[in-house]
């Protein structure tokens, strides 16, 4: 294979190949078209809504298990042949849910467990190592003060995407629109749910295989060899031919050294901590979105569109966010955060009817700009050997805040329905009483996210006012 030459450092970043196909897999990975129809989908192939719980479930903890030691295993073993697993992952885990027959609910039910195990698997292997081989080949061809550039290149095609893949997804799912299209094409077809139901995980399975097609094309494991692979670099280099059982006990090392470099490190410790508020507490009331849509009124054929609307946030936000990542200090990056969070979650609390868009969209705006905030930060202060390493832990403390939120916030409705319910000695409507309960807990976020920001603003302004004196 042929050493690429070091390029240019005036050169633009998208001339340098990894760079150009980090952006592709990013969009092609995340891009999938059943998630517009995401719950219904599960439910179509006849599973229930308790067993869709456990699978989500399954899913959340293969990240949580897989996703450190994998990004230490792409510090060891290679970026690229960690994105290549990643990929073919995907092909699989799409493929046998795309072409699976209807059989018992049991059989049912264990394919998508496989599937739930397997897209854990493939968004822990692909978590971390895809920036870190970015920025990588950034830093060693081109000019690393552009990563900045290449997240707001990255975020707004992804978001290009995703507004597609969230728009055709939910047309796609539709029979009647779907006949409608059949019917004025002159095709004398019959198509039905069972039918279409398959169409957004045929297209999904499309981009798997553009997704694998991408990450074999990468070459960043030369460069790495030219940067990052030599004894004063990265002194484990010597190990990426080592046995599986060498390899496994150098990703260890390294996730023990990570996370002591973390530790120690404050403002990276910070950084992650106060994404992971941001990131769990959003991330929970964009899990909840189309609830909450039906309660301020929103049509459910709309809910595609608005996902499509809220991508589009993340075609502007990111230049906006470099702006002032580059001209201003982190806690200004704080703080239009924490007050876009606040304003959002508060005001979804109101319910307006058709208005509870806005104060929806600013929260997925909070989200953008906690999103490229942190990667900013992070790939800026993280050493190159230990940067898959690094942004894996994010991953991992990311997952774990949405997983715990998730079973607290589970429990809390549960209580609360029970204690409506006493009261109401049972005799009400079960949807108006889902309804009355989400209403009644939705207050959680506001305060859970306003106290969490509170303690650790106090305590960071402590450490680093000691770290100072």
């Not at 995340?30 to 989500?56: C, E, H, K, M, W």
């Not at 190592?129 to 992804?158: H, I």
Request: one cysteine or more.
């Amino acid at each position: 294979m042929t050493t690429p030459q070091p390029l240019k450092k005036n050169i633009s970043p998208f001339a340098i190949p990894d760079v150009r196909r980090f952006i592709a897999f990013r969009v092609l990975f995340n891009s999938r078209f059943y998630y517009p129809v995401f719950t219904i989908l599960f439910l179509d192939f006849g599973l229930t809504v308790a067993q869709f719980s456990i699978l989500n479930a399954v899913w959340a903890a293969t990240i949580v298990l897989l996703e450190v030691p994998s990004g230490a295993l792409a510090d060891v073993i290679g970026r690229k042949r960690l994105l290549v697993f990643a990929s073919a992952v995907m092909v699989v885990e799409v493929g046998i849910i795309s072409f699976i027959p209807l059989l018992s609910p049991r059989v049912t039910f264990i394919v998508f467990l496989v599937n739930r195990i397997l897209s854990g698997f493939a968004e822990a292997a692909a978590s971390g190592a895809d920036e870190a081989l970015a920025y990588d080949a950034l830093t060693a061809r081109g000019n690393p003060q552009e990563w900045g550039r290449v997240l707001d290149y990255m975020t707004r095609f992804k978001a290009v995407g995703f507004i597609v893949a969230m728009t055709l997804g939910a047309a796609v799912y539709d029979p009647r629109l779907v006949q409608r299209l059949c019917d004025f094409a002159g095709f004398d077809l019959v198509v039905s749910q069972s039918v279409t139901m398959r169409f957004p995980l045929y297209l999904t399975f499309v981009l798997a295989l553009g997704c694998l097609w991408v990450t074999l094309g990468m070459t960043n494991d030369s460069v790495t060899d030219q940067t990052r692979e030599t004894p004063d670099n990265n002194p484990g280099s010597k190990d990426v031919s080592a046995t599986g059982i060498q390899s496994l006990v150098q990703a260890f090392r390294i996730t023990l050294e990570g996370g002591r470099w973390i530790i120690g490190t404050w403002f990276v410790l910070w950084v992650m901590l106060f994404g992971m508020l941001f990131d769990g507490v959003i991330r929970m009331t964009t899990t909840l979105s189309s609830q909450y849509y039906r309660l301020v009124n929103i049509p459910e054929s709309l809910f595609g569109i608005l996902g499509s609307t809220v991508a589009i946030l993340g075609i502007f936000i990111p230049r906006l966010a470099l702006k002032i990542a580059e001209t201003r200090p982190p806690r200004d990056a704080l703080a239009l955060t924490a007050f876009l969070a606040l304003v959002g979650l508060w005001t979804m609390n109101f319910f307006w009817s058709y208005l509870g868009i806005i104060p929806a969209l600013i929260t997925s705006s909070a989200m953008y700009f906690n999103g490229f905030f942190i990667s900013y930060y992070l790939n800026r202060e993280t050493a190159s050997k230990n940067r898959a390493t690094v942004l894996s832990f994010k991953g991992l403390i990311y997952n774990v805040s949405y997983g715990v939120l998730g079973v607290a916030y589970a429990l809390v409705l549960k209580t609360h329905r029970a204690a409506l319910e006493s009261v109401s000695m049972g005799v009400v409507d079960s949807v108006a009483m889902e309804n009355q309960v989400f209403v009644d807990v939705f207050v959680c976020f506001p305060l859970v996210f306003m106290a969490g920001l509170t303690v650790m603003v106090l305590f960071s302004f402590l450490t680093f006012k000691k770290k100072s004196s």
